[in-house]
């Protein structure tokens, strides 16, 4: 059973910045791609980042050079660092577990980023 536990949501002006961290656990193939998703109320599900366990990194356009996604393979723990927030960035933020080799996906809970104007 794998479990994806996301953490670092919270309320924060525009411009500011958040970092989230989502945990791994369970039994976990080795070569995966780690990342976020996000909602919006009313809207689809849309990627954010995503981070292969190679390293390989891959951005929404909307958050080119304000993101950045890093892993620790070690720890099986994916961070986004989300700098000069803007209210558009407001949703609930999702960490994604995809393994190639299985076509599997594990979803965390969510967790939520408001920017106010």
Same mark, same amino acid.
């Given at each position: 059973?794998?479990?994806?536990?996301?953490?670092?949501?919270?309320?924060?002006q525009?411009?500011?910045?958040?970092?989230?961290s /989502?945990?791994?656990?369970?039994?976990?193939? =080795?070569?995966n791609?780690?990342?976020?998703y996000?909602q #919006?109320?009313?809207?689809? =599900?849309?990627?954010?980042?995503?981070?292969?366990?190679?390293?390989?990194?891959?951005y #929404?356009?909307?958050?080119?050079g =304000?993101?950045?996604?890093?892993r620790?393979?070690?720890?099986?723990?994916?961070?986004?660092?989300?700098?000069s927030l803007?209210?558009?960035?407001t949703?609930?933020?999702? /960490?994604?577990?995809?393994?190639?080799?299985?076509? =599997?996906?594990?979803?965390?809970?969510?967790?939520?980023v408001?920017?106010?104007?």
């Amino acid at each position: 059973q794998v479990q994806l536990v996301e953490s670092g949501g919270g309320l924060v002006q525009a411009g500011g910045s958040l970092r989230l961290s /989502c945990v791994a656990s369970g039994s976990i193939f =080795r070569a995966n791609v780690m990342g976020w998703y996000r909602q #919006a109320p009313g809207k689809e =599900r849309e990627l954010v980042a995503t981070i292969s366990s190679a390293g390989s990194t891959n951005y #929404a356009d909307s958050v080119k050079g =304000r993101f950045t996604i890093s892993r620790d393979n070690a720890k099986i723990t994916v961070h986004l660092q989300m700098n000069s927030l803007k209210p558009e960035d407001t949703a609930k933020y999702f /960490c994604k577990l995809n393994v190639p080799l299985l076509a =599997r996906n594990y979803w965390g809970q969510g967790t939520q980023v408001t920017v106010s104007s």
